[in-house]
């Protein structure tokens, strides 16, 4: 495979690389593909551009898409097109085109999977697309049952100001509402993809309580507006400017364990807000913000990654956030990956990237695919991994701030930590405290209600307690408690929880148990207990009741029941078991 990647400022020279490609490439390969990604909104210009490409190599593949900024090679541009031609050996590749006019997102989905689903050897699937107008995901939905080894990755098609749509294209077709998807297929390609974020999260977890039926519009938070979030916590007014500055804050989700990010577009005069990606009522969400140290240094540890693989290509696919963020240090975004293989790509309006078996739109990322044809060639040993450049002016300053958030709230999640710690634990035996262990009995009693599991409790109280303490002191007092707590552990499943229920007496849940596993339970404890050496009191005894709930019973009724056994107990001469 080889690729070349150019920048185009004009159709003269558009047709100079074309005519010079032809001389030296073509009838060499049996796959050719042009990439055109383009400032212009031009239908006319881009076919123009097409005409000159077909007139050179008429079997040649073409796909493209409007961009707010191009990647070629060693750096980033703006208002240019960036042309990356693919040569392959004996890969082959195809590309699909769908106007989403007639036909729904699902339906086109379905179609391509049909079409692709017994080729052989397919390695990745590249999608451009009009995500302002289509619901990409729904289009992807039906390709998540191919192989999870076939690599997804592409971006949304963008434009630099509001104005005319976006476009895809291909050879035939250019489409404002559209998918191209260029499948690439071969036994000796190897597509490789990376994703770097760079966005953190901050702040309290809130839920999504509220969507509209485009699946990307919040109506409420908490049950609240959408938009007081960002007037809260950032004093971001409702107004026209809203995305220019809420844009570099926006709501990050935790899903399967990793980290997906929603950048807000407008929100309208309800306070409902548009997000760029697909939501779910029932999401944790945090606001997020960017780490521009971090951002930097995760491309840097990602070209290192991706040099492993001996690429003959790469293509980048950036979210135009990251642009907007990075400022004069937005051309880090490819800087890092110079030398590695020829480069190409664009700014985006949503990467789209699959893993763990399900495709996602991401905000704010940046998407790495790596191509490579045939064993390893060595020939980019010669790389070394680029100088950090230290951040300077207004990002040194932003930087500095953000570690000042960072640490601070470390300090305080910690100290939450603590205090969470403390609601919910006896300070003295560690066990779980009277508050804690009635939320656990109200968890089992509703199993008990819905499934009819069932759940056995288990009161204990330390026999003539007052009478340690006054003949031995409270430190031996508190001792002979620490010990019970201890010992109640020990001899528990690791699923019961045993807990100080107040002053010398403790309570054992014990789910999915019923009274006879129960009954033995607590005898077995009260005989650990009467056999063990308590330093400082000697010998110790104590009282047990039992108690099994009962379907539609009331927490009240059960605690009283439980007790009233462990009193039996007292009353039968102590340090016995009473079953009630």
């Not at 190599?57 to 707010?68: C, D, E």
């Not at 291909?170 to 260029?182: F, L, M, P």
């Not at 844009?247 to 950048?263: A, L, W």
């Not at 605690?559 to 009233?564: F, L, N, T």
């Amino acid at each position: 495979m080889k690729q070349y990647s150019y920048i185009i400022r004009s159709e003269e020279e558009l047709t100079e690389i074309i005519t010079g490609l032809a001389k030296k490439e073509n009838g060499l390969s049996r796959t050719v593909l042009f990439h055109l990604f383009t400032y212009s909104q031009d239908a006319v210009y881009i076919e123009k551009m097409m005409s000159v490409i077909k007139q050179h190599f008429p079997t040649g593949l073409i796909a493209g898409s409007t961009t707010s900024g191009e990647f070629c090679n060693d750096d980033n541009f703006e208002h240019t097109t960036n042309l990356v031609v693919m040569f392959f050996e004996s890969a082959e590749a195809s590309v699909y085109f769908y106007s989403l006019e007639q036909c729904t997102e699902q339906e086109a989905g379905d179609d391509l999977y049909r079409k692709i689903r017994d080729k052989q050897d397919v390695r990745g699937i590249e999608f451009l697309f009009t995500v302002r107008s289509i619901m990409m995901q729904k289009f992807t939905v039906p390709l998540d049952r191919l192989s999870g080894n076939v690599a997804f990755f592409g971006g949304g098609a963008d434009l630099y100001q509001e104005g005319p749509s976006t476009f895809v294209f291909d050879r035939e077709h250019i489409s404002k509402k559209g998918v191209a998807a260029i499948v690439y297929c071969g036994k000796d390609l190897m597509i490789g993809c990376k994703v770097n974020i760079g966005w953190k999260s901050l702040g309290k977890t809130m839920t999504v309580t509220e969507m509209s039926d485009d699946g990307m519009t919040i109506r409420k938070i908490d049950d609240r507006p959408a938009f007081a979030i960002y007037e809260k916590y950032l004093q971001i007014e409702n107004d026209d400017n809203f995305h220019e500055y809420a844009q570099e804050f926006p709501i990050v989700i935790q899903k399967q364990g990793h980290n997906i990010v929603r950048v807000p577009l407008y929100s309208d005069p309800e306070g409902c807000i548009k997000f760029a990606g697909e939501i779910q009522a029932g999401d944790k969400i945090r606001i997020g913000y960017a780490d521009p140290e971090g951002m930097i240094g995760d491309i840097y540890k990602t070209a290192g990654r991706i040099k492993e693989l001996y690429p003959d290509g790469i293509l980048l696919f950036a979210c135009s956030t990251r642009k907007a963020f990075l400022k004069e240090y937005s051309g880090e975004d490819i800087k890092p990956f110079a030398g590695l293989a020829p480069i190409g790509g664009f700014y985006t309006y949503g990467e789209l990237i699959r893993g763990n078996g399900k495709t996602d739109i991401l905000n704010c990322s940046e998407i790495c695919a790596v191509f490579r044809e045939g064993s390893i060639r060595k020939a980019g040993t010669d790389w070394e991994r680029p100088a950090y450049i230290p951040l300077e002016g207004h990002m040194s300053h932003l930087q500095r701030l953000v570690r000042f958030l960072e640490e601070t709230t470390q300090d305080l999640e910690e100290a939450n930590a603590k205090l969470n710690d403390l609601a919910i634990h006896d300070p003295l035996t560690h066990l779980y405290n009277r508050i804690e262990l009635n939320n656990c009995i109200i968890l089992a009693m509703g199993r008990v209600q819905r499934n009819n599991d069932r759940l056995s409790v288990i009161m204990l109280d330390i026999d003539d307690f007052k009478k340690i303490n006054d003949t031995h002191g409270h430190e031996t007092g508190d001792a002979v408690l620490v010990t019970v707590g201890r010992l109640l552990t020990e001899n528990v499943r690791g699923y019961d929880i045993a807990g100080r229920w107040g002053g010398e007496e403790f309570l054992i849940v014990l789910p999915g148990t019923g009274i006879e596993v129960a009954k033995i339970t607590a005898e077995r404890i009260r005989s650990v207990i009467e056999e063990t050496e308590f330093k400082g009191a000697g010998r110790v005894t104590a009282s047990l009741g039992v108690s099994e709930a009962v379907r539609d019973e009331k927490l009240t009724v059960l605690s009283r029941r439980v007790d009233e056994a462990m009193y039996l107990s007292k009353q039968a001469g102590k340090n016995c078991v009473t079953v009630k």
